[in-house]
């Protein structure tokens, strides 16, 4: 197989870099770890507007199913803040797949612009992995639904123009078969939001709703379907959209500060150095099978959880070797004098075990690897 860049494509990636250069600035990469929120008005605008959000959004066809990975591939790499884009090209891409023609008119502008973001409602504080148990209610009254209950983790809600809702709407049908996913707007009366401070920097919410109503335009992909819709979102969201190569930054970063103390002659730090280089390059050829898979119009949802175990557990093993090899310096963090890499060595090393839980954690993915691919029997 032939993994190499069609002159197109390096065209492409080369546009990509040179927006980024201009708007990821040192400024927007403080205010993205200051605020906790992962997302750039100022680069999502002009992605927009070059139509690569179009063109990225998972079956819709509009580019060749490269450009997913490679957009996703560069953002991550320059350390961007990406992840609110990458949730709202998801969404973007259950819609194309679930939506009515009506809900592609409505919602699929905002998106496609990079005007607005789309948070997603699941999980709840004691549903995560088994979301299929969640109780957050919505009942029939007339021509409209009614919304009860509360979610946990809902990233970008505090940004956020949509939201993803998963409810129960049939008690009586088995826990999967009683689930209707809504795509409602976040500025939707009865709905509240209240920041989550995490470990890994990125600011997520607890989100409550109170009396919320919508209409039947507002239910994803059918009533009593939301397993289905759900579904369609993990396998976007695994191993997909960026999340993969998360380490390059900080290899970048530990590089550099480790050639200025001289560590670079250390068999050690060589060592490490070049297992994580290939790491990484293992993470980024699962990531674009992944996402071909997915930019083609189909579902990589067992080719998805593979690239997001193996790339997580890469991340994490790296953050924790540069951070060992930094001593005392990978402890210092962004701004304080001396820090192991500016800062990210500590970042990384808080921030990558986060990413073993969110999409799926990596016991959850491993079962679903052993129990599609493998043939083991079921857990649950
Ligand atoms: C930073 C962050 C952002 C997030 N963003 C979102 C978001 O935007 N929208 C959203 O809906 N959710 C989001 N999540 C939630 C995330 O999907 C859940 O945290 C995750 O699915 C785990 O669920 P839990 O936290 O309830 O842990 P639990 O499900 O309680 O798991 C606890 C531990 O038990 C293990 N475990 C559970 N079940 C099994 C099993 N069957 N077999 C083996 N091991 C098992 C897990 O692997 C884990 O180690 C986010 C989470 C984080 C941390």
Not at 134 to 162: C, L
Request: with cysteine; hydrophobic share 40%; aromatic share 8%.
């Amino acid at each position: 197989m032939d993994f190499s860049l069609s002159e197109e494509t390096l065209e492409f990636r080369q546009t990509i870099r040179d927006i980024v250069k201009r708007t990821v600035t040192t400024d927007v990469i403080d205010r993205m770890h200051t605020s906790g929120t992962f997302a750039s008005p100022e680069l999502n605008a002009e992605l927009g507007r070059h139509g690569f959000f179009e063109r990225a959004v998972p079956g819709l066809g509009k580019g060749d199913p490269i450009e997913l990975w490679v957009l996703f591939n560069e953002l991550e790499k320059a350390g961007a803040p990406y992840d609110g884009p990458a949730v709202a090209l998801m969404i973007a891409g259950v819609v194309n797949a679930l939506g009515t023609d009506e809900q592609k008119a409505r919602i699929m502008p905002s998106i496609i612009s990079g005007e607005a973001m789309v948070a997603m409602g699941y999980s709840e504080a004691d549903y995560g992995s088994d979301v299929a148990s969640i109780k957050t209610r919505a009942v029939k009254d007339g021509d409209e639904w009614v919304i009860n209950g509360s979610k946990m983790w809902t990233t970008m809600a505090q940004a956020a123009k949509w939201l993803i809702l998963l409810t129960r709407t049939d008690l009586d049908l088995p826990k999967h078969k009683g689930l209707t996913m809504f795509l409602l707007p976040m500025d939707t009366p009865g709905i509240t939001v209240e920041p989550v401070h995490t470990l890994g920097t990125e600011v997520t919410n607890a989100t409550y709703f109170d009396d919320v109503r919508v209409g039947d335009e507002a239910v994803l992909g059918g009533v009593n379907n939301g397993w289905r819709t759900m579904t369609t979102v993990l396998a976007f969201e695994r191993g997909v959209m960026g999340g993969s190569n998360a380490a390059v930054p900080l290899l970048r970063h530990f590089h550099d500060w480790a050639a200025s103390m001289g560590l670079l002659n250390s068999d050690v730090v060589r060592e490490r150095l070049a297992r994580s280089v290939i790491d990484m390059q293992v993470a980024a050829l699962l990531t674009q099978r992944s996402a071909w898979i997915a930019a083609s119009g189909g579902m990589p949802g067992l080719e998805g959880s593979m690239t997001k175990v193996f790339a997580a557990e890469a991340y994490q093993r790296i953050s924790k070797w540069c951070q060992q090899m930094a001593g005392p310096a990978g402890l210092l963090q962004f701004h304080e004098e001396g820090a192991a890499g500016e800062g990210f060595v500590e970042y990384d090393a808080r921030h990558s075990p986060v990413v073993t839980i969110y999409g799926g954690t990596t016991e959850i993915n491993r079962n679903n690897i052993a129990e599609r691919h493998l043939g083991l029997p079921k857990s649950r």
